[in-house]
């Protein structure tokens, strides 16, 4: 092993994780990290993985060793949370990649992001205050506070409100327009607002993530992110050097996903709907939408994914349960346990299938390839685990109070889009 990697193991990695995993040899990092070596790349972006499930984890992590690639593996709230559909969550996602990467070997920096730590009320604001410091004490090291489904004076507020129980060493992603498809679309006055006003309180996020036109799970066409509104708000937001985070990319054809890599300032890709697929064995096109017949019905490639006698269980499940389309999601929970139930054949393709899938996305889309290295550079460079904030405070806190952000909120011209429950 070099002695770069041994010198960024040894002062790279969060005190949480040194806590936690004394004696591993996993790199797993800051979000800050991840997003300081695409940067470093220029005109790149990476993965940020929903591991809804141990296979997806594993092929991921498999696929970013071959492309040399700095990726982040995450779980969102509806995902992982206290009311979680699946078996990962927010306390148990950091040891499923530490002992991953320690069994497949793997030397590539790892930031473990909880996804769309969802804020819809001033409840969920003081339950989080307990909760997040409790995720991180389980080893997170990047959030993605998502108070978007607020007005915007409240998801400024809220943001305020949590940012003194985030490590400031942690990646920190913030969100403005909740992520809705063409509908309630996210404007370069509304980001400026969210990031002017965290800036004024000394809080500068690595990430902004916007509804730019895509939406969560399956999506009905290749059609969906804005490229030129999406450049249109980060040329607002230059002075204040946030990147890019780019939900709802399953579904996207892969050109278009390219662009957002190579014309804005873009570095995190969340891909969640199409790796979970592709571990079962369903049918997908190249940007990851699973192919479903004239009822409606998944279709299953076989001898690929999970075991075709498991998947007909999965079937007759959903239909007993009134289960459809990007519903399946509900499925990861009640088959955990079948799917490592499964013959050891059967969970090598599942995972090498997620990996072949992430694998091209990492060379030949996020052009992420050899990213790696870059993310050992920005440890090495800084010496410590904690590579600082990009941005400076440019903002006036005085003009920044509560009264004076109601105020300012006020006079923005908000979209929010229909109503309803647009959870990753």
């Known amino acids: 092993m070099s002695s770069r990697f041994e010198k960024a193991l040894a002062i790279g990695r969060p005190p949480n994780i040194t806590r936690l995993f004394p004696n591993s040899r996993a790199l797993i990092v800051s979000g800050k990290v991840i997003d300081r070596a695409l940067i470093a790349k220029g005109g790149a972006m990476t993965i940020a993985a929903n591991g809804r499930n141990a296979f997806v984890i594993r092929g991921v992590l498999q696929a970013a060793q071959r492309a040399n690639a700095a990726v982040l593996v995450e779980i969102a709230r509806s995902e992982g949370g206290a009311d979680a559909y699946c078996a990962v969550n927010y306390w148990n996602i950091a040891r499923q990649v530490d002992a991953a990467c320690n069994e497949l070997e793997?030397?590539?920096?790892?930031?473990?992001?909880?996804?769309?730590?969802?804020?819809?009320?001033?409840?969920?604001?003081?339950?989080?205050?307990?909760?997040?410091?409790?995720?991180?004490?389980?080893?997170?090291?990047?959030?993605?506070?998502?108070?978007?489904?607020?007005?915007?004076?409240?998801?400024?507020?809220?943001?305020?409100?949590l940012a003194p129980h985030i490590p400031r060493w942690a990646g920190l992603e913030t969100e403005v327009g909740e992520i809705k498809g063409s509908q309630g679309l996210s404007t370069p006055e509304e980001a400026?607002?969210?990031?002017?006003?965290?800036?004024?309180?000394?809080?500068?996020?690595?990430?902004?993530?916007?509804?730019?036109?895509?939406?969560?799970?399956?999506?009905?066409?290749?059609?969906?992110?804005?490229?030129?509104?999406?450049?249109e708000i980060h040329d607002a937001l230059a002075p204040y050097r946030v990147s890019g985070a780019q939900h709802g990319t399953s579904g996207n054809h892969s050109e278009r996903l390219s662009r957002i890599a190579s014309e804005t300032p873009t570095t995190k890709a969340n891909v969640a709907t199409a790796l979970q697929m592709i571990s079962w064995g369903l049918e997908?096109?190249?940007?990851?939408?699973?192919?479903?017949?004239?009822?409606?019905?998944?279709?299953?490639?076989?001898?690929?994914?999970?075991?075709?006698?498991?998947?007909?269980?999965?079937?007759?499940?959903?239909?007993?349960?009134?289960?459809?389309?990007?519903?399946?999601?509900?499925?990861?929970?009640?088959?955990?346990?079948?799917?490592?139930?499964q013959s050891r054949k059967v969970r090598e393709r599942m995972a090498r299938r997620v990996e072949d899938f992430v694998h091209h996305l990492l060379s030949e889309v996020f052009s992420a390839r050899d990213s790696a290295p870059l993310a050992i550079n920005a440890i090495l460079e800084t010496g410590s685990h904690d590579l600082g904030a990009k941005a400076i405070c440019i903002e006036d806190p005085k003009e920044w109070d509560e009264e004076k952000i109601r105020l300012a909120a006020a006079q923005l011209d908000s979209d929010t889009g229909p109503a309803g429950d647009f959870d990753d």
Do not use: C
Not at 130 to 151: K, M, N, R
Not at 196 to 216: K, Q, S, V
């Open 106 to 161: 793997i030397t590539v920096p790892v930031a473990i992001h909880a996804d769309h730590y969802g804020i819809k009320s001033w409840e969920d604001v003081e339950r989080a205050k307990q909760e997040i410091p409790s995720i991180f004490d389980a080893g997170i090291t990047s959030i993605a506070i998502d108070a978007s489904h607020l007005p915007d004076d409240e998801n400024l507020l809220a943001n305020l409100a």
């Open 192 to 231: 400026a607002f969210l990031i002017r006003g965290l800036n004024a309180h000394g809080i500068f996020p690595d990430w902004i993530a916007l509804n730019n036109g895509t939406t969560h799970g399956l999506e009905a066409s290749d059609h969906g992110i804005q490229l030129e509104l999406t450049r």
């Open 284 to 341: 997908v096109n190249d940007y990851g939408n699973a192919f479903q017949d004239e009822n409606g019905n998944f279709l299953k490639v076989i001898g690929e994914g999970v075991s075709e006698d498991v998947w007909t269980e999965m079937v007759a499940y959903a239909e007993s349960h009134g289960i459809k389309g990007g519903g399946y999601k509900k499925l990861n929970l009640p088959f955990e346990n079948k799917l490592h139930g």
